[in-house]
């Protein structure tokens, strides 16, 4: 009994989060008296999995000691890049996808390098880094997005394996390798090491700015990986459809307990932290609630969550 | 003394977090002109204690009586308005803002509305005047040296006049002159019926001071008496509940003759100059002499943290060139910093990940971890430092600083180190953590390690080096055998430079 009680006391498994997002799900059972199947709910989770994606990304650089603002215009970039060299022929896919993630892979380099070697905030390199995409993808459309995706691609995205989204297990998937990576690994352990204290850590011998550009990169090409399945979804080329997940990335992190200061959060913790964002924006248009009733809501989540993880961390010593 | 007025007393004071007891019943009476030395080793309630009369905690059993009326502090900013003043171990200064601004925080002198800065920096001069200390009030803090941040802090406590001022270690980061000023300055607080409590675990501290002792073990009340009836074997005894004769280990016998380390005409800038040592096998080689004379700098292009300038750096006789941390472990080189906050440890990170970080491979299989060995390495690093702590997963920023050492000890012994440089390695550990620490490094030095220990504790340096280097502005002033040195000839070797020696010579 004691073992029990000292293992939960110590873990640093996010149950405050998982919490929440069952009485989440029980609020939106509820609130639509029974009439929503569980189908319903996996619809829910496949329109989440881009964020889900993206989310974990974030999670990587703001568990390194930094943060990725660069995300969201990434994926708009993704859609507009994919989207045009594919332009619905299904033999252009790999062609499209290779030029998009190897787009992501020089992004997250250049994220990574400037802030490692010329020791710059990680807010305003990535800040900087999303105006210029936002930039070069006006160049590259010249203001007129152009290209749609085809059946078999969008399938990431709108296909069913029997009761299970494609695009779920795709997330899920995801989840479980980044997870073992963080985890059980050496390379997981030296990255939550060297967010704790890069000063540290570069004392310990670890090569600490390879681990940070590393988490860059890692960050810009899942979220690569959600533009393409956010692409899949849209279908065609259209401006700026990432805008929005910079920020749902971070606040997704951050209700699922990764802190800021680096070295303290996990992706079990994030997974329930996308979920909630998403499920609360469904049950509010469900209940009929404006826009205004969203963000608010969302806000409070936020607030709520990050104080209580703040309590989490004091209580365990 | 006996009949002095009572200014603070707490009476049977106990504190307990979720069940664990961590002080129990203990009393203590702060009396106009006392100065109570509160010793003990790491975890045996003293920070507790002065937080629940200092208002930084409420007490779980027991009542505070200040003037004979009792008090509950709601917080640290209540006892200091009531006139307590805690000056803590870890500095609490904003680094971008100035000496003067830091020391009259919350106290500002107003000109209508807006700040009164020249008066606020004049009023601060005054306050380290008051002390003995010169520090120019408008340098931002961010540009001082620990020793300059420390007085800062205790002019910050002190500007509030208040009536009884406690000191957590305030001397971890001065040297021997800097020290003496503090404690004239406590003397002479002291006639002005203001009340000390000091936390040392430098016993030389408290015999210039203190005129009384109060002792912990575990939380718990051991003795209490006026500090002229104890003498200084008293105190450690009753502290660590044993007698104990020799503080530090026998030297070793036999001298090696296998060089290990070399350094010829070594430098690091102009800060260190022209340097040689050698660093036979299996031996402590200590480096002294006063505070900021190039020890630092050396220690830190030793382990390839800074880049020599000029001359050799030799292990086992052949040249190496050790340019980053990772280089000087290729070399089994193990580096203990002198700041172990911000450089030996994660600090909120466990216990057990700050253990394994420098093994993580060694505990691997193909890139992923093995849990079982890991489990087995964190076990064995608690149990041969002697580690005190419930569970590994604790936060390590929850331990004393004894244990914190020891873990940085621990993390680094693990890579099998050949070298060791240590830098300040007993600062801010308590006692029985300091003796532990000192048969350790004796104990890897038997097993062939050598070891170059950098310490501004005169009789650490004297008690644990086989040879001793003194440095002074750079350069080496003197060498000795250990077991020949006393401070006189250490003093002697750290207040002048060999230059101006050899041109005395040259005069003479």
């Not at chain 1, 030296?190 to 390879?210: E, I, N, P, Q, R």
């Not at chain 2, 509030?160 to 001022?165: G, L």
């Amino acid at each position: 009994m004691q073992s029990i009680k000292e293992k939960i006391r110590y873990t640093n498994f996010p149950f405050g989060v998982y919490v929440l997002f069952l009485v989440m799900i029980l609020a939106f059972l509820f609130s639509t008296n029974g009439t929503v199947s569980p189908s319903h709910l996996l619809n829910i989770a496949r329109s989440a999995a881009p964020l889900g994606i993206v989310a974990m990304g974030q999670t990587i650089a703001l568990l390194v000691g930094g943060l990725d603002l660069s995300v969201g215009t990434t994926m708009s970039m993704v859609n507009l890049v994919c989207a045009s060299i594919i332009s619905g022929d299904p033999g252009n896919i790999p062609l499209g996808v290779a030029a998009s993630l190897g787009l992501c892979v020089l992004i997250g380099l250049v994220n990574g390098v400037i802030i490692t070697k010329f020791k710059m905030q990680p807010f305003l390199v990535t800040m900087a880094m999303s105006i210029v995409i936002e930039g070069g993808y006006y160049i590259y459309t010249q203001g007129i997005p152009s290209g749609n995706l085809p059946e078999s691609f969008r399938f990431i995205a709108e296909g069913w394996w029997g009761i299970l989204p494609v695009a779920v297990v795709i997330w899920v998937c995801l989840w479980a390798l980044l997870s073992v990576v963080l985890r059980k690994t050496v390379y997981g352990r030296k990255l939550y090491f060297t967010g704790a204290s890069a000063k540290v850590a570069k004392m310990s011998g670890y090569h600490a700015d390879g681990i940070v550009i590393s988490a860059y990169v890692l960050a810009s090409v899942l979220a690569g990986v959600a533009g393409l399945m956010l692409s899949a979804y849209v279908g065609v080329a259209s401006m700026g459809v990432g805008t929005e997940y910079t920020l749902n990335s971070i606040a997704a992190a951050v209700i699922g307990g990764t802190a800021f200061v680096g070295g303290i959060g996990t992706l079990e913790g994030t997974f329930p932290g996308v979920m909630i964002i998403v499920v609360l924006q469904s049950l509010m248009t469900i209940l009929g609630i404006s826009n205004a009733g969203q963000y608010l809501s969302q806000g409070l989540i936020i607030a709520v969550m990050v104080a209580l993880n703040q309590y989490q961390m004091k209580k365990r010593r | 003394m006996k009949d002095t007025k009572t200014i603070l007393l707490g009476k049977n004071l106990s504190k307990e977090f979720n069940g664990n007891v961590v002080l129990e019943d203990v009393s203590i009476e702060c009396r106009e002109g006392s100065a109570i030395a509160i010793v003990g080793e790491n975890g045996a309630g003293k920070s507790t204690l002065m937080n629940l009369i200092s208002g930084g905690l409420s007490p779980s059993k027991g009542s505070i009586e200040m003037d004979g009326k009792e008090i509950r502090f709601k917080s640290p900013v209540e006892a200091g308005e009531k006139g307590i003043a805690f000056v803590h171990q870890e500095l609490s200064l904003m680094e971008e803002m100035t000496v003067g601004e830091n020391i009259m925080l919350g106290r500002e002198p107003k000109k209508g509305p807006f700040l009164d800065q020249k008066k606020l920096h004049r009023q601060a001069e005054k306050v380290l005047a008051d002390i003995g200390y010169e520090i120019d009030v408008n340098r931002m803090v961010c540009e001082l040296s620990p020793a300059q941040c420390q007085i800062t802090e205790i002019a910050k406590a002190w500007s509030s006049h208040p009536r009884i001022v406690i000191f957590d270690e305030p001397t971890s980061r001065l040297n021997k002159a800097e020290s003496r000023i503090l404690f004239d300055f406590i003397r002479r607080i002291l006639e002005e019926k203001v009340s000390v409590i000091m936390i040392s675990h430098r016993m030389d501290d408290i015999y210039q001071t203190c005129n009384e002792v109060l002792i912990l073990k575990d939380g718990r009340f051991v003795f209490h008496s006026p500090l002229d009836q104890t003498n200084e074997e008293m105190l450690i005894s009753k502290m660590v509940g044993r007698d104990f004769k020799n503080v530090y280990p026998e030297r070793r016998k036999t001298k090696d003759d296998k060089i290990k380390i070399s350094l010829r005409n070594a430098s690091v800038g102009s800060t260190v100059t022209d340097v040689s040592i050698d660093v036979p096998e299996g031996t402590v080689v200590g480096i002294g002499g006063l505070e900021g004379q190039g020890q630092r700098e050396l220690s830190r292009a030793l382990f390839g943290l800074t880049p020599f300038t000029a001359g050799d750096y030799m292990i086992d006789g052949k040249k190496v060139a050790i340019h980053s941390p990772a280089d000087a472990l290729k070399h089994k080189i193990a580096f203990v910093p002198e700041d172990r906050k911000s450089e030996g440890l994660c600090l909120d990170l466990s216990v057990r990940e700050n253990i394994l970080s420098m093994v993580l491979k060694d505990n691997s299989k193909a890139g992923f971890v093995e849990k079982k060995k890991e489990e087995k390495a964190v076990e064995e690093g608690i149990r041969e430092l002697n580690i005190k702590v419930s569970n590994p997963k604790m936060k390590v920023s929850n331990l004393s600083g004894g244990n914190q050492q020891k873990i940085v000890f621990s993390k680094w012994i693990k890579t099998k180190p050949e070298i060791l440089y240590l830098n300040e390695p007993t600062r801010g550990v308590d006692v029985q953590s300091k003796l532990e620490i000192y048969s350790l490094i004796r104990e890897l030095t038997k097993t062939g390690v050598s070891v170059v220990i950098f310490t501004s504790d005169m009789l650490e340096l004297i008690g644990l080096s086989d040879e001793i280097y003194v440095m002074y502005e750079g350069q080496i002033s003197g060498h000795i055998a250990g077991a020949e040195a006393t401070e006189e000839k250490i003093m002697q070797f750290s207040a002048k430079s060999p230059r101006s020696e050899a041109e005395r010579r040259k005069e003479a």
